[in-house]
């Protein structure tokens, strides 16, 4: 059965792009006969607030998208994202990092470029090279610290060549079984001393434990999907298919934001805009 999924944070209300998002992976699913799930990924504590998980809900009901139920809450599930960590941890895979955000532009910017990961410039590997006693010392100072992946280490730990099967568009244009490259790859954060957790890790574990079996999804997160193989593969978690679509962008140019408020569906809603309209707005 095709299971898909539209897993938005609840940190503000959903406009046209989280529609196109949210129709296109109901529409993948219903084509099928398959399900359409809804997950709730607010790990984002500070900024999730009930109000728009609850605005979330009417939007999709408004534009006629059922869901299953339960709704999967990121928050609720901590548990199976800490397990994920034990077993990466115990396979060496993972190092604590001491630098703030600052330390690291810094580094990068001495450096005079570097490589681009899926969530921007790749982290230089400062803290990667410090030694166990060290690593122990600050911890237990107290110091504040995230914790990466190894991604060479882990890529080198794999045994056969790793890819993905892309339905989508990909990135430009492209289609069929994409073969994960070492330079997409870089230590991302998996977790915080003060959260076990973070997208990539949640993401993939999620899927996995939902029966996800295409990942839809805009074009902005394809290289993402090479490192979230990875973690599939160091996890011995399922490999979904993946089908990344365009995105929707406003007359400048640019993705719709949050902040965007014009463009909010309960806006829109509002000032008269139908769920017809919005599809034909968006050429669905």
Not at 10 to 35: D, E, M, N
Not at 56 to 78: M, T, Y
Not at 99 to 119: F, V
Not at 211 to 230: C, K, Y
């Amino acid at each position: 059965m095709i299971v898909t999924r539209f897993a938005p944070s609840p940190t503000g209300f959903l406009h046209l792009g989280h529609a196109f998002a949210a129709i296109t992976a109901y529409q993948a699913a219903k084509r099928a006969q398959g399900r359409f799930l809804l997950r709730i990924e607010d790990i984002d504590i500070a900024r999730s607030r009930p109000e728009f998980e609850a605005a979330i809900k009417q939007d999709l009901r408004w534009l006629g998208l059922e869901f299953s139920e339960p709704v999967r809450r990121q928050s609720e599930h901590l548990s199976d994202y800490a397990a994920a960590i034990a077993t990466l941890e115990g396979r060496g895979l993972i190092y604590p990092c001491f630098c703030t955000r600052k330390e690291i532009a810094d580094e990068i910017a001495n450096a005079g470029a570097a490589p681009h990961g899926p969530d921007g410039p790749a982290y230089p590997g400062t803290c990667r090279r410090l030694s166990v006693q060290e690593r122990s010392q600050r911890m237990a100072s107290g110091a504040s610290y995230a914790l990466r992946l190894d991604a060479a280490k882990a890529f080198a730990q794999i045994a056969e060549p790793l890819s993905f099967e892309e339905q989508g568009a990909g990135l430009a244009g492209e289609t069929g079984r994409q073969i994960v490259s070492r330079q997409h790859l870089s230590d991302v954060v998996l977790a915080r001393k003060e959260l076990y957790t973070s997208y990539h890790l949640a993401v993939v574990v999620d899927d996995a434990l939902q029966g996800v079996s295409v990942v839809t999804r805009g074009s902005d997160l394809f290289s993402a999907t090479h490192i979230q193989r990875l973690l599939q593969a160091c996890l011995a978690l399922p490999e979904p298919a993946y089908a990344h679509h365009r995105l929707i962008l406003d007359d400048q140019g640019r993705k719709f934001s949050k902040r965007d408020h014009s463009v909010t569906l309960a806006t829109l809603r509002n000032a008269g805009t139908t769920p017809n309209q919005i599809r034909t707005r968006l050429g669905l």
